[in-house]
């Protein structure tokens, strides 16, 4: 069973504060990894998609991989309340299908 | 507007009863999901397909069963032998092979109440 770990949270930050949200993966196979969010009672978007070891930087937001440990990361800065959501990590470790965590929820404080 | 129509948004079913849930796009994308949400989880797979005529199972496919005659209609129908059928189910489509393209869209959800 190919697995996505995530620590559910909730994580607590300050406005203005930096979110450090991760996840784990078990398929040493898999390629691409992306972030959604999904705000209380709705469907989640697409956030941040990344593919190559490193940083990928859109906005606020920075998606950090490293294959070697099998390491997502999902660093949002400058955090607001509208940020307050549960950040969803996903994986797709073959061709056609996504493998999501459970998520963690963020929650940002005024 | 282009997106994925799900519905109803609320149903609620008595034990023993089949019912089925409507996934419409019009975004002409190639390929369809369904998903389904306990609270606290995550997303699991029941089933995909990435052309007409054509769907596999995904991770939790027992109790559920779909179609897809058409490209834009991709519904499922959650039986009878489900055996915890409350949940929140979503509906997704891609482009394409999400290897390729990384997004899925999805509707805004149908939550079924088991009575």
């Known amino acids: 069973q190919k697995e996505v770990e995530q620590n559910s949270g909730p994580l607590s930050v300050p406005e203005g504060a930096i979110a450090s949200l991760n996840c784990t993966y078990s398929?040493?196979?898999?390629?691409?990894f992306f972030w959604y969010r999904q705000y209380s009672g709705k469907s989640p978007e697409l956030i941040m998609f990344?593919?190559?070891?490193g940083d990928k930087e859109d906005g606020r937001f920075t998606a950090q991989l490293n294959k070697a440990s099998q390491y997502v990361s999902l660093l949002i800065r400058d955090s607001q309340p509208s940020d307050s959501a549960t950040y969803l990590c996903a994986v797709a470790p073959g061709y056609s299908t996504l493998t999501f965590g459970k998520g963690t929820m963020l929650l940002v404080s005024p | 507007d282009g997106g994925i129509t799900q519905s109803p948004k609320y149903l609620f079913r008595k034990e023993g009863q089949n019912v089925t849930l409507s996934c419409e796009q019009n975004?002409?994308?190639?390929?369809m999901y369904w998903y389904r949400q306990d609270p606290g989880q995550g997303l699991r797979l029941i089933y995909y397909?990435?052309?007409?005529?054509?769907?596999q199972k995904g991770d939790i496919a027992e109790g559920y069963s779909v179609s897809r005659e058409k490209k834009e209609s991709f519904p499922l129908t959650v039986t009878s032998a489900q055996k915890n059928p409350t949940a929140f189910y979503l509906c997704?489509?891609?482009?394409?092979?999400?290897?390729?393209?990384?997004?899925?869209?999805f509707g805004e959800g149908s939550r079924l109440t088991v009575l």
């Open positions: 997704a489509s891609s482009l394409g092979p999400i290897l390729n393209t990384g997004e899925l869209f």
């Open positions: 975004l002409n994308h190639d390929a």
């Open positions: 397909s990435q052309i007409v005529n054509d769907f």
């Open positions: 398929d040493r196979g898999s390629q691409s």
């Open positions: 990344i593919y190559s070891n």
